[in-house]
């Protein structure tokens, strides 16, 4: 019942998860989201005057919990073609972790498994990847986790199982890891209701393809869409596009779709560039999208 403290481990969901990734339980670290997983593994391996790196532009939370740790972040731009260049993986002053996800956000493009086990070799620190989106994509690097015990790989029930609101995500480490980061966590990070929930919902995968089918289908429609107003739209393996247009510039079309009651997220990369982000939603919500978008174009 809900008097009592909830598991400190989430072991119920250590055990389902650790089926149906083929790892042992002691594999699997439970956390409430994965920013907590991001959060647990910064407060782990970064400490102050020490050195976090990430790509640019991507995720701008790693920066933050940089800076909650007195720590230095170091970006590294992506190339046109959202590849990583060798600087990436480069030695670097107090390196003491490196934050990838993948797929990104906002571009929703992969760096393929095969990559990530070369930036990983070549590294001094952990390498976390960071697979918010993964069940969207073509590819994981859940495999790399027994290759290299410096790769981390997190996720989250946010996103494909559609359940950001109960917040819950999970991080797969070597043992030795898991040890560590379980040291360094809140004492019980994760309430009850969201075990139970979270280990249910994993343990549902006819339900999960199902939702993949859904996403990836509707997504396709909206890549084909958006090119077909003259967008550019980058090949995408997660739950939105990443869009710019020749011609049209972002922000006033965000503002534009925004007041026909089309949200949208614009952002600004200085040093990179602007664009419109748009999550692959119902067919009837990209519809209406597109159609507005028509309209303004």
């Known amino acids: 019942g809900l008097e009592k403290y909830p598991d400190p ?109 070369e930036l990983a070799e070549r590294l001094p620190c952990p390498l976390l990847v960071d697979e918010a989106y993964v069940d969207f994509a073509d590819s994981d690097c859940m495999h790399l986790v027994a290759e290299n015990e410096k790769i981390l790989v997190s996720r989250s029930m946010s996103k494909s199982y559609a359940l950001a609101g109960l917040r819950f995500g999970y991080v797969v480490a070597q043992p030795q890891v898991i040890d560590g980061l379980t040291k360094v966590k809140d004492s019980y990070n994760c309430d009850a209701l969201s075990i139970a929930a979270a280990t249910a919902a994993i343990g549902d995968q006819a339900w999960l393809a199902e939702n993949r089918k859904k996403i990836l289908a509707t997504r396709r429609r909206l890549v084909a869409g958006m090119r077909s107003l003259g967008f550019e739209t980058v090949d995408s393996q997660a739950n939105f596009t990443w869009n710019t247009h020749p011609e049209q510039p972002a922000k006033p079309l965000y503002e534009e779709l925004k007041q026909r009651g089309i949200l949208v997220r614009y952002m600004d990369y200085p040093g990179w560039g602007d664009g419109l ?17 028509r309209a303004i174009l």
């Open 9 to 117: 481990m989430a072991e119920a969901f250590r055990r389902r998860a650790a089926e149906l990734l083929r790892v042992e339980p002691g594999w699997i670290l439970c956390g409430n989201g994965s920013d907590d997983i991001l959060t647990i593994a910064t407060r782990a391996f970064v400490g102050q005057g020490h050195l976090l790196r990430l790509p640019y532009p991507s995720y701008v939370l790693y920066k933050t919990l940089a800076q909650i740790q007195g720590a230095r972040s170091e970006e590294v731009h992506f190339q046109p073609d959202w590849s990583l260049s060798h600087r990436f993986s480069a030695a670097g002053d107090r390196l003491r972790l490196v934050c990838l996800p993948n797929p990104n956000s906002p571009s929703g493009t992969v760096v393929e498994p095969d990559r990530v086990l």
């Open 277 to 293: 982000r748009i999550s692959v939603g119902t067919d009837d919500q990209i519809n209406l999208c597109l159609e507005r978008l």
